[in-house]
């Protein structure tokens, strides 16, 4: 083995330890970083809570090693769940299913659902595995919310996890800059028609390919729901909550705008001697900007971005302006972040 891969499997051993032992990690994940507890130890789970600010009745996702993992923390599981988990685990899907009973509140919110997620990336997986290692015949689940303040925007990197947290959290595990860049996408199987609760990297398109693929394969005896994905809804007492889908999260604490075309000239010229942190996909500079510049390319878009909210937050800046991208399925995730981090100023 060599020097690093030694020194990896060395903080991977002491991150199972402190997760046993009920304390805090932070978790590298192909989305972005999560604070990372026990799912099983309340005393640990209520550590992320406090960590975060985060209200109690919010859910956390149950991150787990394989799929066949989801027995332990599921019941009722729909073909169509089996389904996406075949597609696209691991990977950056979370699945929202009906909780086993021993599922604590704290990690549901009280709900009768749970959401799981296997990740794709090696070390959260070498840490899920190891972990479940030291619990033969018992659930081995580890519950992790992005690792930012509650509301702010999701960490993309070990230091920015170091920068939200501090020595509050015991040991912050480095596997470099997230590859996916924003939260995972979140579908709700837990009642007929699967619906998406959180758009992200795998988009709706992908996943009713999927589930159609297995429709049309196995022909069912009786007539089954349709397989077009039901469209995200407006939350309401019925719906479960989502963090996430508070208008306001993933807020940089700049006023931000979003703007297309046109507005973005537009909104440019009006703002006087303001000095304004500007993410465009044109390489022309303005006096009175710096100058972020933003890809084409929906994946690299999307990788980038926190990194550059949080630049762009810290760079001194009256106004945060972004030019918006286009619209589509594959730009559903980086536009949904966009509107709420635009949604935390008093601009818009
Ligand atoms: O990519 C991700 O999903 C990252 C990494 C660390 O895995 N995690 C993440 O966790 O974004 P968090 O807590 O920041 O966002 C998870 C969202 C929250 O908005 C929460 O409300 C929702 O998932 N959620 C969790 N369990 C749920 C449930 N049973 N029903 C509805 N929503 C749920
Ligand atoms: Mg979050």
Known sequence: MSARANRNAAHIARAIAVLNAGGLIGLPTETVYGLAADASNPLAVAKIFAAKGRPADHPVIVHLANAQQIRDW????????????????????????????????????????????????????????????????????????????????????????????????????????????????????????????????????????ALGDVLEGNPPEEPHPPTVLAKPAATSAATPRVS??????????????????????????????????????????????????????????????YSHLRAMDIAACDLILVEAPPQGPEWDGVNDRLRRAAHGSQFG
């Open 74 to 209: 599921a019941t009722d599981i729909p073909d169509a769940a089996w389904t996406l988990a075949a597609a696209f685990w691991p990977g950056p899907l979370t699945l929202i299913l009906k909780r086993a009973p021993h599922v604590l509140d704290a990690v549901t919110g009280g709900q009768a659902t749970v959401g799981l997620r296997v990740p794709s990336h090696p070390m959260a997986h070498a840490v899920l595995a190891g972990f479940a290692a030291t619990r033969p015949g018992r659930p081995a689940g580890i519950a992790a919310p992005s690792a930012n303040q509650f509301g702010r925007v999701s960490p993309t990197t070990a230091q920015h996890v170091r920068d939200e947290f501090g020595s509050a959290v015991e040991l912050v595990l480095d596997g470099g800059a997230c590859e996916v860049g924003i939260e995972s996408t979140i579908i709700d199987c837990s009642a007929g028609t699967p619906r998406i609760l959180r758009p992200g990297f795998i988009n709706a398109d992908a996943m009713a390919a």
């Open 244 to 305: 996430g889908s508070l208008d306001a999260h993933y807020a940089p604490r700049t006023p931000t705008i979003v703007a297309a075309g046109p507005e973005f000239a537009a909104a440019l010229a009006a703002q006087g001697e303001k000095r304004i942190a500007v993410l465009s996909f044109s390489t022309t500079r303005v006096p009175n900007t710096r100058h972020w510049l933003a890809s084409t390319q929906p994946s690299i878009y999307a990788h980038n971005l």
